[in-house]
């Protein structure tokens, strides 16, 4: 029985280092023509990668895909993956749904930009309202785009500089958000790149669930907005407790500070996104990835009396460039697919089959865990689960950075690759599309079981 220190997460370190070679190896000699092209045709990239997290993925070399549809990829060597990553979320209604494979199309014949709007635009109005609320929208590429802008708008509305952000918050690369508490002040991350900007002059850091230590940032009377996703994502999730939302809200008015809903990840939550199913209140609300099925496209929409301020205090400004928007945002190709994806392919039916099939994964993930008496538990947001490799709930960004274990987590995403099961890279977040079969979620879940197997024996 290996002694307490020796294990982690619940595993002997001895056998973990062991089925990680296994696995590193197993992959590597399944993929001899990904590692011959990669060899000959990766040069010309830094570091070998068009993108850098690229290399984040914790299996030996990146795989190549060729082809992609429903919930299925096929890599370079032929071999088949049940997709539970989907583009992190980016492709959260699978690979080329076909109303938007058939929205591209057509478009693609009549021009991909020119800086002017169609008819499309219009209709994607309407539907953006009737999906997420009565909001002032506006278009963005990225969601990090859109939160940049939607801070500016917060700025300029409270005439206040800085905005009250999460430990371990996830806001895309906005570097606003770029900080965290350390012991008990706010600091810019560690191991960003180039900063020389004094992060503590634009941004404060408070406790996720921690309603005291929002408070105590807003009565510096300093805090044009809170910036926040409704659950906190892209590390260990971590649930609201219940009246945290509702608290958030009230102080945020209190203190004349914008509250900012960023759904980009909790798009999974339902129809309308976690702030429409759990009836939240934000006077800005954002989401990206998924909202034009996999066309880079995100949204971001003001309240309709925040919409009047703003655009009182726009027409007054002097004239210069706004530090908003980009040529190619809100092009014809972004509008025919947030039509065809909003009408559609975020359909109440798609999400009501998305939660069905999320909570089979959970359950059956969690039997499994309970089955190996591992010290872990599984989260579940609407179509969107993770296991965590430790005990839960947990309550903030502090349990969460703890809770994250990449030794373990490493070797568990390749020996799931292995098993014919990719899950997403940075965390172990899961999601069920429309496309996803309940087979593919048995086989998750039965190869789940083989790698618990192997490293709780």
Same mark, same amino acid.
């Given at each position: 029985?290996?002694?307490?220190?020796?294990?982690?997460?619940?595993?002997?370190?001895?056998?973990? #280092?062991?089925?990680?070679?296994?696995?590193?190896?197993?992959?590597?000699?399944? +993929?001899?023509?990904?590692?011959?092209?990669?060899?000959?045709?990766?040069?010309?990239?830094?570091?070998?990668?068009?993108?850098?997290?690229?290399?984040?993925?914790?299996?030996?070399?990146?795989?190549? !895909?060729?082809?992609?549809?429903?919930?299925?990829?096929?890599?370079?060597?032929?071999?088949?993956?049940?997709?539970?990553?989907?583009?992190?979320?980016?492709?959260?209604?699978?690979?080329?749904?076909?109303?938007?494979? =058939?929205?591209?199309?057509?478009?693609?014949?009549?021009?991909?930009?020119?800086?002017?709007?169609?008819?499309?635009?219009? #209709?994607?109005?309407?539907?953006?309202? #009737?999906?997420?609320?009565? $909001?002032?929208?506006?278009?963005?590429?990225?969601?990090?785009?859109?939160? +940049?802008?939607?801070?500016?708008?917060?700025?300029?509305?409270?005439?206040?500089? =800085?905005?009250? !952000?999460?430990?371990?918050?996830?806001?895309?690369?906005?570097?606003?958000?770029?900080?965290?508490?350390? /012991?008990?002040?706010?600091?810019?991350?560690? /191991?960003?790149?180039?900063?020389?900007?004094?992060?503590?002059?634009?941004?404060?850091?408070?406790? $996720?669930?921690? @309603?005291?230590?929002?408070?105590?940032?807003?009565?510096?009377?300093?805090?044009?907005?809170?910036?926040?996703?409704?659950?906190?994502?892209?590390?260990?999730?971590?649930?609201?407790?219940?009246? $945290?939302? #509702?608290?958030?809200?009230?102080?945020?008015?209190?203190?004349?500070?914008?509250?900012?809903?960023?759904?980009?990840?909790?798009?999974?939550?339902?129809?309308?996104?976690?702030?429409? &199913?759990?009836?939240?209140?934000?006077?800005? $609300?954002?989401?990206?990835?998924?909202?034009?099925? /996999? !066309?880079?496209? %995100?949204?971001?929409?003001?309240?309709?009396?925040? %919409?009047?301020?703003?655009?009182?205090?726009?027409?007054?400004?002097?004239?210069?460039?706004? /530090?908003?928007?980009?040529?190619?945002?809100?092009?014809?190709?972004?509008?025919?697919?947030?039509?065809?994806?909003?009408?559609? !392919?975020?359909?109440?039916?798609?999400?009501?089959?998305?939660?069905?099939?999320?909570?089979?994964?959970?359950?059956?993930?969690?039997?499994?865990?309970?089955?190996?008496? *591992?010290?872990?538990?599984?989260?579940? &947001?609407? %179509?969107?689960?993770?296991?965590?490799? *430790?005990?839960?709930?947990?309550?903030?960004?502090?349990?969460?950075?703890?809770?994250?274990?990449?030794?373990?987590?490493? &070797?568990?995403?390749?020996?799931?690759?292995?098993?014919?099961?990719?899950?997403?890279?940075?965390?172990?977040?899961?999601?069920?599309?429309?496309?996803?079969?309940?087979?593919?979620?048995?086989? @998750?879940?039965?190869?789940?079981?083989?790698?618990?197997?192997?490293?709780?024996?």
């Amino acid at each position: 029985m290996p002694r307490k220190t020796d294990l982690i997460a619940g595993i002997s370190r001895s056998r973990l #280092e062991l089925a990680a070679k296994h696995e590193r190896d197993r992959y590597s000699a399944a +993929r001899p023509r990904t590692l011959e092209v990669l060899a000959k045709g990766a040069t010309d990239y830094l570091d070998a990668v068009p993108m850098h997290w690229m290399k984040d993925w914790p299996m030996p070399f990146p795989i190549l !895909v060729e082809k992609a549809k429903g919930a299925r990829l096929t890599d370079l060597d032929g071999l088949e993956l049940d997709d539970f990553c989907l583009g992190d979320t980016g492709s959260m209604f699978g690979h080329s749904p076909a109303p938007v494979a =058939k929205a591209i199309r057509k478009q693609a014949k009549n021009g991909l930009t020119y800086m002017l709007p169609t008819t499309a635009a219009l #209709e994607a109005g309407h539907l953006l309202t #009737e999906r997420f609320g009565s $909001f002032a929208w506006q278009i963005a590429t990225t969601a990090t785009d859109a939160n +940049r802008f939607a801070l500016r708008v917060a700025r300029a509305v409270t005439g206040k500089p =800085k905005v009250l !952000v999460f430990d371990g918050c996830y806001h895309g690369t906005v570097d606003d958000a770029m900080v965290e508490c350390r /012991g008990g002040n706010t600091v810019a991350r560690s /191991g960003l790149v180039g900063q020389v900007e004094d992060l503590t002059l634009v941004a404060a850091c408070a406790q $996720f669930n921690d @309603l005291a230590s929002v408070e105590s940032q807003l009565a510096t009377g300093d805090i044009a907005a809170i910036l926040t996703e409704p659950v906190m994502t892209n590390s260990c999730m971590v649930l609201p407790e219940p009246g $945290f939302h #509702e608290g958030l809200r009230k102080l945020a008015t209190r203190y004349g500070a914008l509250l900012i809903i960023d759904e980009t990840h909790t798009i999974s939550s339902g129809l309308g996104g976690y702030t429409r &199913v759990h009836g939240l209140d934000p006077d800005i $609300f954002v989401v990206g990835k998924c909202v034009a099925g /996999g !066309v880079p496209t %995100a949204v971001w929409g003001l309240r309709p009396k925040i %919409a009047e301020v703003y655009l009182s205090y726009y027409r007054q400004r002097p004239a210069g460039h706004s /530090g908003m928007g980009t040529t190619l945002s809100a092009n014809p190709m972004q509008f025919s697919c947030l039509v065809a994806t909003l009408a559609e !392919v975020m359909t109440a039916k798609n999400y009501a089959r998305m939660e069905k099939g999320a909570e089979r994964l959970a359950s059956g993930l969690a039997r499994v865990i309970s089955a190996h008496k *591992a010290p872990w538990h599984v989260v579940r &947001v609407g %179509a969107r689960v993770e296991f965590i490799c *430790a005990p839960g709930p947990l309550k903030n960004g502090v349990e969460a950075a703890k809770a994250h274990v990449s030794e373990v987590e490493a &070797v568990l995403h390749t020996a799931l690759v292995n098993r014919g099961c990719l899950i997403a890279p940075f965390h172990n977040m899961m999601l069920i599309s429309p496309s996803t079969k309940k087979t593919q979620i048995d086989r @998750l879940i039965a190869a789940f079981d083989e790698v618990l197997t192997e490293l709780f024996a």
